[in-house]
Every structure is written in C-alpha cells, then in structure tokens.
C-alpha cells in the first residue's frame, strides 16, 4: 500500500524527471562532440554546430585512424587497461582476503591494515616517485603506468569490508572442513559470491587507466609511447598538432576542431562499449558490505 500512495507516486515522478534531466545533461556534450566531428570545418570553425552536424563528413575519422601515432597511442591506452585492471584486481583481491581474517588467524594484520591506510593519507612525492620509477629502468616502459599504482588501498578496503560482512563465514569453514587451502578457497568461495563487488572495482580501474594523463607525460619521454589520454592532453589542452603529425593542408581542410573533436569520441567508445555489460553488477556492487545480514 505504501508504493501506492500519492506521496511515493509524487516522489516518484519528482525523482523520474530529475534523474532524466541529469541524464540529458550528461549525453549532449557527448552529442555535441560527435556531431562536431562529422561537421565541414567551414561549420565547426564558425561555432555553427549544435547537435547534428553541418557539411556531413568523415574525413576528420579517416585522417584520424590513419594516424599512425593515434593509432598506437590507442593500442597503449588499451594494453595499459587490461594489464593495469587485472594486475590491479588480483593485488586487491589477495590483499583484501588475507586483511579479512581475523588477527588470531593472521598475526600482524592490524599492523599491515593501519599501514595501507597511511599510505591513502601520506604518499612519498611525485619526484621521489619519479626517482623509484627512472632507478627501476621503467621509464618509457609501460609498467611504469602500470606498477606504481598496482595496488589500489581504496578498492583492497572495499573487498577487505565485503569480504567480513558480505561471505558467509560458514562457507568457508565447510570447505576448510572439506581440505580446501586458502587458495581454493578464495577462488571456489570468495570470488563467486564477489562477482558484483568485483565489476564494480574492475569499472572503476579501467576508466582510471583509460583517463590517466599525467604519469604518461612526466615516465614517457618519446612521445611515440604516450597512452591516448596524453597525447589527447598535448593535442586538446596544449594544442600541439605537431605530435600527430597532421600536415598544413590537412588540418586547413579538415579543422583543428573536428580532427580534435574525432579523437576525442574515439577516446570514450571503449569505456562506453564496457559499461553496458558491467551495469547489471554495478547496482549492487556500489553498497559493498554496506549491509550485514
């Protein structure tokens, strides 16, 4: 009776459309963008496009991909996410179940948890953490995008909190009960259950690679390595065309806006085409152990 009532349905409807509006909100930039790109450079120089494009054209696209520094710096940006998201899930996962037992069980955990808590509120510096990655032989190397932030203590917090609260300790002891050792256990037990927590941490670290910017320019000194989002910084922010290696001609006839705008939405397709298969776990892995049951 209570969802029937008229101050739910006000509610409701109130909610409907503010949710709709932020919605809204958040696609026309990104309609905006694309139709921009499609755009003759004469309409997109002159500030004349809005949502749909004047002077359809491809030509910003084609130039674009057969960039073959773009095309490069999007492999990068590609390879950095996956290694960076599976590297950084496995840490968080293992940290986050050994954090999970109680201190009778792991001697030192207190200790080992209050010290990655430091770490959230105290770092060492961008130029000694610049000295670390350069002393390793990192710089220009991928890993040097990859290791220095390889073990997420927000997303180990997450999983170490939905790990007490959310797995039945039952589970567990059956199967130590059965002989399973802590591995068989966190793969058999843990991450089956852990599926919504662990999409949603998985989203939250690819988008964090794929918009990384600044670490690729400060460990990246041949500007042939930079992931996409730093050679998109250098392009859009610093409008430097000279990296792209787009020609006077080129760049007269296509717009400095709609080859810009062109890489820009090819930048979002891969964060956009992840989501959708990601959402149905997202709704619940956003309370992590938020609940104790």
Known sequence: MHYRSTSYRIFTTANTILLTFLAILCILP???????????????????????????????????????????????????TVLGTLISLLLSVMVGYALSKESEHFRGRNFYAWFLVFTMLFSGGLIPGYIVVQKLGLINSIWSLILP????????????????SSVPKALEEAAFIDGAGHFRTLWKIYLPISLPSLATI???????????????????????????????????VQRDLSSMSV???????????????????????????????????????????????
């Open 202 to 236: 998985s989203l939250f670290t690819m988008v964090g690679h794929w918009n990384a910017w600044f670490d690729g320019l400060i460990y990246m000194t041949d500007s042939s390595r930079y992931p996409m989002s730093t050679l998109l910084q250098t392009i859009v």
């Open 30 to 80: 990104l309609v905006h963008v694309l139709a921009v790109s499609l755009s003759s450079s004469t309409a997109a120089d002159a500030n004349l496009v809005k949502l749909w494009p004047m002077g359809f054209t491809t030509e910003a696209y084609k130039v674009t991909l057969s960039n073959e520094l773009f095309v490069n710096s999007f492999g990068i940006s590609v390879l950095r």
């Open 149 to 164: 932030g390889a073990l997420s203590v927000y997303n180990t917090i997450l999983l170490l909190n939905f790990f007490r």
């Open 247 to 293: 020609s006077a001609d080129e760049v007269q006839a296509l717009s400095n806006r709609t080859v810009k705008t062109a890489q820009i939405f090819i930048a979002t397709i891969p964060i956009i085409a992840v989501y959708p298969f990601l959402q149905r776990f997202f709704v619940k892995g956003i309370v992590l152990g938020s609940v104790k049951e």
